[in-house]
């Protein structure tokens, strides 16, 4: 029996796959991390937390990664949330948010993971699988042998596909919009919609603005939510004089239910980040929990003995909880009634702090109704919370 090549072959160099990488080869795991596109500039906001700054922050890869992001990053000092002609400005503290350049983030990550001891193999992967000796990679020039294979490629990841179940179209939210060159701002701007149910963002870089919209895919479709951003963007004078470069992703928006019922690892594999579906449901954020999930990922293996079932375990304690309570919190969070409410509520300063955390990351679910319950705007928190949406019916917003 011809022993694998690699302890962990890992597909996608996206922060999932590089962080999980980079924590292996750091304890002296054989590492290949399996990717033909990445670094690449990524069709996002490309908004990153103060608590996922503050994961990396903790590593032993602090300050050179945390340096090179922030030497090149916009830090936001406030988000303006708009519903029909309403509009409230939220300050931020600072470090709150840290808008970046993918390409950027990303190749700081991967370049952490190569320093490490990592082997980057530079293709696509076409197949992958398990077996009693082990598991495996195909690309169109190579077959890569290990004892664990780590999907890290994305909520389309062909890797997921072949271990698991691909996401229903239920399951997936479609971004989409456009890159405006030649132009940025200091502010986020976030705008929720009716029609779909969802938002629209412009996030400002260096050199040009991040301008899209985000709904369920089963809701609208990605040229009916891009032809609406480009209105949104004409109306609004975002990107006056701008050049406009289209772009569409697909990121997973999983319900309460779905949550229960996933499964992120069995023998020989995992998945991490967006190909394990873990993205809130409502901000659709998911750099810090591709973060999360490596970190669990890396530990699992690296403690030997039933890592799928540890790495599981992990999940279900960590991760899949906080995005339980945003999965049952989002049908009501986008009632136009609720955040008609919730605008009103944003002049207040103790319910904007409220906010800016959420931003941050710093408040999670998880605690959020009864600190609203703690600030002396109890009857607006009781509009919002409890007897428009009848809150007895969702008990884990505590």
């Excluded at 409502?282 to 079932?309: K, V, Y």
Aim: glycine share 8%; charged share 20%.
């Amino acid at each position: 029996m011809t022993p694998p090549v690699f302890d962990v072959a890992v597909a996608g160099a996206g922060p999932a796959g590089a962080w999980t990488a980079y924590r292996l080869a750091r304890d002296g795991a054989r590492v290949a991390i399996v990717d033909g596109s990445h670094p690449r500039e990524k069709p996002c906001g490309g908004g990153v937390t103060a608590r996922a700054l503050e994961l990396i922050a903790n590593s032993h890869l602090f300050p050179g990664t945390a340096r090179t992001v922030g030497e090149h990053a916009l830090v936001v000092r406030a988000a303006i949330f708009e519903q029909d002609s309403s509009a409230t400005t939220v300050p931020l503290p600072d470090h709150a948010l840290a808008v970046v350049s993918r390409a950027t983030f990303d190749r700081a990550l991967l370049d952490a993971a190569l320093n490490a001891g990592a082997e980057l193999v530079p293709e696509r992967v076409i197949d992958a699988g398990t077996n009693a000796d082990g598991a495996w990679f195909r690309t169109a020039r190579h077959r890569l042998t290990s004892a664990w294979i780590v999907g890290a490629d994305g909520a389309a990841g062909l890797v997921r596909r072949r271990v698991w179940r691909p996401f229903r179209r239920d399951q997936i939210s479609i971004a989409t919009g456009y890159f405006a060159h030649g132009v940025s701002s200091p502010d986020i701007i976030v705008r929720f919609t009716e029609h779909p149910p969802g938002y629209a963002w412009s996030f400002p870089r260096t050199d040009h603005l991040a301008i899209g919209v985000c709904a369920q895919a089963d809701a609208a479709s990605a040229g009916a939510l891009r032809q609406w951003t480009k209105r949104w963007i004409e109306r609004t004078g975002l990107a006056k004089d701008a050049t406009l470069a289209p772009y569409s992703w697909p990121i997973p928006s999983l319900s309460e239910r779905d949550i229960a019922d996933e499964r992120a690892s069995g023998p020989r594999w995992m998945l991490v980040g967006d190909a394990a579906g873990l993205v809130d449901p409502i901000t659709r954020e998911g750099i810090f929990f591709a973060l999360q999930s490596a970190d669990a990922a890396a530990a699992a293996i690296a403690a030997g003995g039933n890592a799928a079932r540890r790495y599981d375990a992990a999940l279900r304690r960590l991760v899949y909880p906080e995005l339980a309570r945003a999965a049952r919190l989002k049908a009501r969070f986008f009632e136009p009634r609720f955040l008609r409410l919730l605008l009103v509520a944003l002049h207040r300063p103790s319910i904007a702090a409220i906010m800016a955390d959420l931003v941050a990351g710093r408040q999670t679910y998880h605690g959020l109704r009864r600190r609203l319950l703690r600030t002396l705007e109890l009857g607006l928190a009781w509009q919002l919370f409890v007897r428009e949406h009848k809150v007895a019916r969702v008990p884990a917003l505590r």
